[in-house]
């Protein structure tokens, strides 16, 4: 530990490997984590296949997440992909991996943009974790999987990082079909729709997230459609923000905001006038004034 914290990760890799063939797990760690650093996760990994060809393996596989991030920070994927699949095989019968080393997988599969083995994995994990849960409980195996925002949030960037839209759409119906409370989908919608923005492809899924919204009888949320109206905007598909700006409460300033300028550049300055008389804020009408300035005289 002394030579891992003062940087000397070669020497502090040389004093582990000296330890005995089974090491106690502090100095496993240890080794891991110093030949990780020092872009050998290779190494590591092959540290724990010799102990796992020994009998089991359930601490080995605790270091798994130590592993995949040195090979990412190298941009190994084929590497790390490799890693996951045989902590799959060393846990095979055991039912869900453990937390860490999904999440990790789940972080792999996005940064080497495989979206498809993305969605595979989010679904098997949860009925894994499921059947998991119903044998310590005692129950039946009809037991619907538990929704698990970050993994869901996680198989929805990678979606859209590769611009998968039928990816897209299967992990928001699997998630609708677990029956989570009403706050948690519309927290999904919502990083979905950032993720979205941040990805320039807001307009074309907006209709999606709103047939998801109607399919679990549940209302948007404000900040939702202030997100999509303004990324519609922005895009320039009006109609489309006005629409939008019409599913939300009148005396929301942003929304109205979103509705006049659209309004303005449509040209239907009636309209605009309307929603400025039921949101007459500084605010909405400057946003008004400001289109009108820009049109070409």
């Not at 063939?21 to 590591?44: F, M, N, T, W, Y």
């Not at 804020?281 to 049109?295: C, K, S, T």
């Amino acid at each position: 530990e002394p030579c891992s914290a003062q940087g000397g990760n070669e020497a502090a890799a040389r004093a582990a490997r000296e330890a005995a063939d089974s090491p106690p797990a502090p100095i496993l760690a240890g080794l891991i984590e110093a030949l990780a650093r020092q872009g050998r996760p290779d190494l590591g990994m092959r540290r724990l296949e010799e102990l796992a060809e020994r009998g089991p393996v359930d601490p080995p596989l605790a270091l798994i997440p130590s592993i995949i991030h040195g090979h990412g920070k190298q941009r190994q994927w084929v590497e790390a992909l490799r890693v996951l699949a045989t902590a799959g095989e060393w846990w095979a019968g055991g039912g869900a991996l453990p937390r860490e080393v999904y999440m990790s997988m789940l972080r792999t599969l996005r940064a080497s943009g495989r979206s498809v083995e993305a969605v595979d994995l989010h679904k098997e994990w949860l009925d894994k974790r499921s059947a998991t849960e119903a044998a310590e409980a005692g129950a039946g195996s009809g037991r619907k999987p538990r929704f698990d925002l970050p993994g869901a949030v996680l198989t929805v960037q990678t979606c859209v990082d590769v611009d998968d839209s039928d990816g897209l759409r299967a992990v928001l119906r699997h998630v609708r079909d677990l029956g989570p409370t009403s706050s948690s989908l519309r927290e999904l919608w919502l990083r979905t729709l950032r993720a979205l923005v941040d990805s320039r492809g807001a307009v074309e899924h907006v209709p999606t997230l709103l047939d998801e919204h109607r399919s679990a009888g549940v209302e948007p949320q404000a900040a939702f459609l202030r997100l999509a109206a303004q990324a519609c905007l922005s895009a320039g598909a009006w109609e489309q923000a006005l629409e939008l700006c019409g599913l939300g409460a009148d005396d929301n300033e942003e929304l109205a905001e979103v509705a006049v300028r659209a309004h303005v550049l449509l040209g239907d300055d009636a309209e605009a006038a309307e929603v400025l008389s039921r949101a007459p804020r500084p605010r909405v009408l400057m946003a008004g004034l400001a289109e009108v300035a820009r049109r070409p005289t």
